[in-house]
């Protein structure tokens, strides 16, 4: 049987191979347009006899394409991406018709009208509600050729963006940068070069192999003693996938018909920019709101950061002996002032974070918090380091399951992600659990040795199992708003980055904590150091994420290719924010998957937006020290387990009692005034 459309239990990702994909999306899709078809005049029309069948048949579609798509993610290869690449445009061609069906648009319609709304469960309500707004968004209402036009529209960003990927990735793995000399390795860690050598040796050569995979690009940033390897390395990361590479890899024509292509879908739904038709689904209300809100924080946390690259320049130039302050140097620069200043390092801290100890400490967090174990359990994977768990209740009945992927390696896409293969259903045969996969980057343990994270690893790591708590603690039974599904955009942020504060507090990083080879905890010493550097150079950290943020939304907002180029756009935004200005010849738009790739277009400020609410919320917390369970069980109840059946901002209040204040992000960013 088709590994794809067998779901009678957990994915089998040791049997999926690129063959089966076509076949399987081809017989997935006959299923669901059967369904849609009887759909479209089924009468009378009820939940379970119009909502629940086109359900089924759609579920199946989209959690078979979600295992292609995660594969292509983590285990990217020719085979795959060719499947992935010619079954996508049939995928997309299938969400645009549906968006866009009318007759389904009036069963709907239809349903909504028939049932008594305030009777109506919260989450159907919800669903019906966001029903009829995305017909609207995804144009169903428009004339038949504009329907058309918008569904190619749609098919050819997908395709766009697809292959936007696929060019950072490839010009990510394909750079390597050999070092035969070992003097030219001074400062960098000890399980990076040995790391490095091991990759060396793993294709038979001497020496040691560099490459842009994060594990050794941003150590060789941070500890290279050799200012040039620092700049070599630099140079390399900072134009990939544009034109001073391989031609076939430049994004720059795919970034200006991605902006051509999204100015003209929102011009099809009558909205004055892709940016007005993005916030149709946020909590945000307009672009003019998003820009106010990141130039408010911009002036607030500019002081600080002018004062960091003060202090960094002048370090620089009184103990490091250098007469400017370059990109390749800020990154070095930082960690040597921190050591001078607060005596301890990042890599001192790391040393601390072995592998088992901080699971086994994010997971006493889990429970603490929302009473529910984590437990290994068993699964296909799709490499041997991936790990399954499973989220159970005190009385051992199953909440949720996850995988875990953690470390780096080629063919994976960079960063960190959460993505949900299964959501929580009520059906007549009882509830289907939620199923989700959790992604990181980070090194692996070499020559046999458990893995140790930086403390920014942990608190990657926390901040993705925020994503997955999401996901797996809802209570919603309807599809459409269970877990993150209908959720604002501009909120989803905000469990994930509620779980990074746990990082920071004593009681859990003795738990986090067990040095490499002593076997001790985290010293009360050194933690000090580290709430004393807590904050150390945030100015800079924080308008560098608004520089992402203003660039985006004005990219989506006002930008006029015809009178303007995208690399102007962005120095005038750094004009406006940048502290730490990259060279005229970098190109950061051309690896900027968040906004061409990966579903953030016009929506980047939701990191800060959201950390508003996450910070306000966390300091729920901090005011019942001694009630960390009975705040934890509110915070569940309020935000995690409605998922998508209430709006956010509802969801916030009904937790905290009031609006959200940006008070406590100030403060936990040491910018109060």
Known sequence: MNPLLDFSGLP??????????????????????????????????????????????????WRAWGQVNHLQGVLNSPELRKAYNDNLPKVTRFGSALGQNLALFSQYRALAEAADLAALDPARAKTLDNALRDFRLGGAELPDEQKARFAAVREELASLSARFSENVLDATDEYEFWIKDKQHLSGLPADVIAASRAAAKAEGEPGWKFTLQMPCFLPVQTYADDRPLRETLYQAYAVRASETGDEKLDNSPLIDRILALRAE????????????????????????????????????????????????????????????????????????????????????????FTEDTVLAGLFGVIQSLYGVEVVADTAPTWHPDVRFYRLQNADGTLVGQFYLDLYAREGKRGGAWMQDAVNRRERAAGVQTPLVYLVCNFGKGVEGQQATFTHNDVITLFHEMGHGLHALLTAVGELSVSGINGVEWDAVELPSQFMENFCWEWEWLQRLTRHETSGAPLSR?????????????????????????LFDMTLHTSFDPAQDSVMALL???????????????????????????????????????????????????????????????????????????????????????????????????????
């Open 525 to 549: 010493a050194l933690f000090d150091k580290m709430i004393a550097a807590k904050n150390f150079l945030s100015g800079m950290q924080t308008v560098r994420q608004l520089e992402f943020a």
């Open 12 to 61: 089998r990702f040791d049997a999926i191979r690129p063959e089966h994909v076509g076949p399987a999306i081809d017989t997935l899709l006959a299923e669901a347009e059967a369904a849609v078809k009887l759909a479209e005049t089924v009468s009378p029309v009820t939940w379970d006899g119009f909502v629940v069948p086109l359900d089924d048949a759609t579920e199946k579609l």
């Open 265 to 352: 879908l929102a011009q099809l739904l009558g909205f004055a920019s892709y940016a007005e038709y993005s916030l149709a689904t946020k909590m945000a209300q307009s672009p003019a709101e998003v820009l106010a809100f990141l130039r408010d924080l911009g002036a607030r946390a500019l002081p600080y950061a002018r004062q960091d690259r003060a202090e960094l320049e002048a370090f620089a130039r009184d103990e490091l002996g250098l007469d400017t302050l370059e990109p390749w140097d800020v990154a070095y620069v930082s960690e040597k002032l921190k050591q001078a200043r607060y005596s301890f390092s990042a890599q001192e801290v790391k040393q601390y």
């Open 571 to 673: 120095e005038r935004i750094r004009d406006e924010v940048a502290v730490n200005r990259a060279p005229a010849w970098a190109r950061f738009p051309h690896s900027f998957s968040h906004i061409f790739a990966g579903g953030y277009g016009a929506g980047y400020y939701s990191y800060k937006w959201a950390e508003v609410l996450s910070a306000d919320a966390y300091a729920a917390f901090e005011e019942a020290p001694g009630q960390l369970a009975e705040t934890g069980a509110r915070f569940r109840a309020e935000v995690l387990s409605r998922g998508g059946s209430r709006g956010a901002l509802e969801n916030f209040t009904a937790f905290r009692g009031r609006a959200p204040n940006i008070d406590a992000l100030l403060r936990h960013n040491g910018m109060a005034a």
